[in-house]
């Protein structure tokens, strides 16, 4: 008898990296893609039609960004094994993606070895990060011990974090509302939060911070 494969839901808005990564998993004698979807609620619809065993996730998507994704299919499917795939680099997302409830984040940048290695670490039920992540925790740790200063951006919920990253990159206030798929009033009450928890007097000085916040994590 054939063995079973694992079934995998991809959920990426980029229809040529999708139909990349479909193709990979597709030539594995052990897995199969039983769907794709280019947004959270195509995703979450075929969620219930398909029950894959493992969905992989694109934390950049339009509307439903994939850590909101991720927090619902946690929600909805609580067994279910998820396995978060970004262009962002770990220290940005991957601690708020594990908290969201996926179980693994991986670079789009590492090799097809590299991701099907962590798809099968994360269905035999494990939490699949790099190395380099596991010694950026440990160091976290042991700066808290230390009283050291964390990132201001680790005192943002993960919305106003989204928000706080597009300021840096140069959004405005519709640009993020429509991107976002929020009113323009909900993303001007984020971004007062924002100022408020980073101790910031003016909006002046939120994009600079944002900016230059930006340009740091691109230089690690």
């Known amino acids: 008898m054939p063995s079973l494969k694992s079934k995998i ?10 139909e990349g ?10 897995l199969t893609v039983c769907g794709e979807a280019a947004d959270a609620v195509e995703a979450l619809r075929l969620l219930r039609t398909l029950k894959p ?5 694109d934390i950049s998507l339009e509307g439903m ?4 994704l991720t927090k619902s299919i946690r929600a909805h499917h609580p067994h279910l094994f998820i396995l978060v795939l970004s262009m962002h680099k770990e220290s940005l997302y991957a601690e708020r993606a594990l908290r969201a409830g996926a179980n693994g984040y991986l670079m789009k940048r590492e090799s097809g070895r590299r991701l099907l290695g962590a798809i099968r670490h994360v ?6 990060v790099s190395d380099d992540f596991k010694e950026h925790i440990l160091r976290g740790a042991m700066g808290a011990k230390e009283g050291m200063e964390s990132s201001p951006a680790k005192r943002l919920s993960d ?9 840096g990159q140069g959004y405005g206030t519709r640009q ?3 991107q976002l798929n929020l009113s323009m009033k909900t993303v001007e009450t984020h971004r007062e939060h924002i100022r408020e928890k980073m101790n910031l007097r003016n909006t002046f000085e939120l994009v600079q911070q944002a900016i230059q916040w930006g340009h740091a994590e691109s230089d690690q």
Do not use: C, W
């Not at 990564?21 to 052990?30: A, F, M, Q, S, T």
């Not at 960004?65 to 909101?68: A, C, F, N, R, V």
């Not at 269905?123 to 699949?128: I, S």
């Open 21 to 30: 990564l479909v193709r990979v998993l597709n030539e594995e004698k052990d």
């Open 159 to 167: 919305r106003e974090f989204e928000i706080f990253r597009m300021i």
């Open 123 to 128: 269905l035999q039920g494990q939490t699949y």
């Open 53 to 57: 065993d493992l969905v992989v996730v």
């Open 65 to 68: 960004s994939g850590i909101d």
């Open 9 to 18: 839901l991809v959920v990426d808005d980029h229809p040529v990296f999708r």
């Open 176 to 178: 993020i509302a429509e």
